[in-house]
Nanobody
């Protein structure tokens, strides 16, 4: 069965950095676009960043562009999110997600993802 397990969250100071990881299993990781999304406290789910199946292209929400970098290692079945210049408004539960359609690449709608991890908490505070 499909499993996505996030790790790497924690407490960071404003301006600091964190690196999230998502270990994937139960499907052919290299055949699916992947994304990160987040849910701030008391708010809805927000798509954050996506990456093509082969990692050749990445795309970001305006709120994180220039600060976050999504990447993947298809040999290790792992997705990453490098978060720099963190702000208090980045505080959220962060999820990795698998695109529903095989070999699709540019997928930014939450509804087009069919499997999600359990989430890892990121808190940005001084």
């Amino acid at each position: 069965q499909v499993q996505l397990v996030e790790s790497g969250g924690g407490l960071a100071q404003p301006g600091g950095s964190l690196r999230l990881s998502c270990a994937a299993s139960g499907f052919t990781f290299s055949s699916y676009a992947m994304s990160w999304a987040r849910q701030p406290p008391g708010k809805g789910l927000e798509w954050v960043a996506g990456i093509y199946t082969d990692g050749s292209a990445t795309y970001y929400a305006d709120s994180v562009k220039g600060r976050f970098t999504i990447s993947r290692d298809n040999a290790k079945n792992t997705l990453y999110l490098q978060m720099n210049s963190l702000k208090p408004e980045d505080t959220a539960l962060y999820y990795c997600a698998k695109a529903e359609e095989i070999n699709s690449d540019y997928v930014t709608q939450i509804k087009d993802y069919d499997y999600w991890g359990q989430g890892t908490q990121v808190t940005v505070s001084s």
